[in-house]
């Protein structure tokens, strides 16, 4: 595609559901990276996929956290039994990936999650 | 871990002004210094990159200057305009890992 495309953009639960929030990155990146930006705040590393490796997860809050990527492209970051602390704007990054790590990262608009 | 303190958090400048804005970083092994533009309720934009082989990287009215023993660098914006008002953020990783840690994130607002 185009660019990171997520989904959903909005989405509103309530205290202790699960939500399940997705990334398409751009084709042919091979790097997929989540974020959490709360309000007012920079964004915050969550966890980082770059192939078949094993993920980077040491960004994740707590175990209510995991996330998948599956056959190399689209991601899933999954958040069970959801806190209030949990409301922020999640990003999911995409890059090409070569013999350095550092590559430019081009974000997608986001999924605002607002828990009641 | 690495850590990046950005500064200052709001800058106000009249249009047409320079704005310069400062991070510092921790990780001596960092090698890749994004800077991202972010406008109210949008995605954060890419506007400039530089590595540790140079110190300064120019694109239009936009610079980027790194002192790697300082373990700093800068964001310079010349000849300012009312849409350069955003948030701005750099960012660097711990070594050669991909992940970036951001700085807070500077409010620059250009005054007409």
């Known amino acids: 595609g185009a660019g990171v495309s997520q989904s959903p953009s909005n989405k509103v639960t309530e205290k202790g559901k699960d939500v399940e929030l997705r990334c398409d990155p751009i084709s042919g990146h091979t790097a997929l990276y989540w974020y959490r930006q709360s309000l007012g705040q920079g964004l915050e590393f969550l966890i980082y996929?770059?192939?078949?490796?094993?993920?980077?997860k040491s960004g994740l809050p707590s175990d209510r956290f995991s996330a998948e990527r599956t056959g190399g492209s689209v991601s899933t970051l999954t958040i069970q039994r959801t806190q209030q602390e949990d409301s922020a704007v999640y990003l999911c990054?995409?890059?090409?990936?070569?013999?350095?790590?550092?590559?430019?990262?081009?974000f997608g608009d986001g999924t605002r999650l607002s828990i009641l | 871990g690495e850590n990046v303190e950005q500064h200052p958090s709001t800058l106000s400048v009249q249009e047409g002004d320079s704005a310069v804005i400062k991070c510092t970083y921790s990780d001596s092994a960092s090698n890749y210094f994004p800077w991202y533009k972010q406008e109210l309720g949008k995605r954060p934009q890419l506007i400039i990159d530089?590595?540790?082989?140079?110190g300064e990287k120019k694109d239009q009215r936009i610079a980027v200057t790194l002192n790697k023993t300082a373990k700093h660098f800068s964001l310079h914006i010349t000849e300012t305009q009312p849409e350069d008002s955003a948030v701005y953020f750099c960012a660097s990783p711990p070594g050669n890992t991909g992940k970036l840690i951001f700085g807070q994130g500077t409010t620059l607002q250009v005054k007409p």
């Open positions: 530089i590595r540790s082989n140079v």
């Open positions: 996929f770059q192939g078949n490796s094993a993920p980077d």
């Open positions: 990054a995409s890059s090409l990936y070569g013999t350095d790590a550092n590559q430019p990262q081009h």
